[in-house]
């Protein structure tokens, strides 16, 4: 099998029901699709998704490159979804396996997210503990834009710098502004060699210089 290093245009024909066909040419890098509600983000999103999980979609193509490869990496982090602990709880584990010396910028973008309330990542401990005022805390005892903060950085990270693809649908739901300004970047700085493809209703997310990487629905619609 050979893996391709990112997705290079997603054709959808018949999107809702024959009523719209979509051609959207990628980034290597960063992708932001937006649009009003309704518009069909998240449809495009699932079909895309789809398609890679091996289900038989008609009317969805995917263009990789290079062109011969056969498939791609990718995760997905959605709105509705399972539990975060249950999710935290699997990807803990593989981090736990990680060697300690694939975490350092993992753990100075925790620690520089979380200082505004003096919390710091325990480097000595086997799985996700950060201390607060002498207190060990969990996971399961952070604010739920804290885990969702950590569930999209430790799925960044336990890719290994490996290309792939990361879909997010409206990643910036419980985080604070500063954190979805910063939410971009951080990704790219654990991995470089990530492919972003995410919807978003925040401005925020693209205030750090990702406005020419924003797409419309509307402008991706071929008649």
């Known amino acids: 099998m050979k893996y391709a290093d990112y997705i290079e245009q997603i054709e959808i024909n018949g999107l809702w029901n ?3 066909h979509i051609m959207w040419t990628l980034d290597r890098s960063v992708n932001i699709l937006s649009g009003v509600n309704g518009v069909g ?9 789809g398609v890679l999980s091996e289900k038989k979609l008609p009317g969805v193509k995917l263009d990789f490159c290079p062109h011969d490869a056969t498939a791609i990496r990718y995760a997905v982090i959605q709105k509705f ?4 602990d ?4 699997g990807l803990e584990r593989k981090y736990i396996a990680l060697p300690d010396e694939k975490k350092g910028v993992f753990y100075d973008i925790v620690d520089s997210l979380f200082c505004a309330t003096d919390k710091i990542i325990l480097r000595s401990e086997k799985g996700i503990r950060l201390m607060q005022e002498g207190e060990i805390l969990t996971f399961r005892q952070l604010s739920s834009g ?8 430790l799925t960044v990270l336990l890719q ?19 954190w979805q300004k910063s939410l971009i970047d951080n990704i790219l700085r654990l991995n470089p060699n990530i492919q ?24 991706i619609e071929v008649q």
């Open 81 to 84: 979804t399972i539990e975060p």
């Open 160 to 178: 290994d710098t490996l290309p792939y693809v990361l879909f997010m649908d409206e990643p910036e739901v419980s985080l604070h502004m500063e």
């Open 41 to 49: 983000k998240t449809t495009i999103l699932n079909k895309v998704t």
């Open 196 to 219: 972003i493809i995410l919807t978003t209703h925040s401005p925020a997310i693209i205030m750090n210089g990702w406005v020419d990487k924003v797409t419309e629905v509307n402008d």
């Open 18 to 20: 024959g009523r719209k």
């Open 86 to 89: 249950e999710m935290l709880e």
């Open 146 to 153: 804290e885990k969702q903060m950590l569930l999209i950085l």
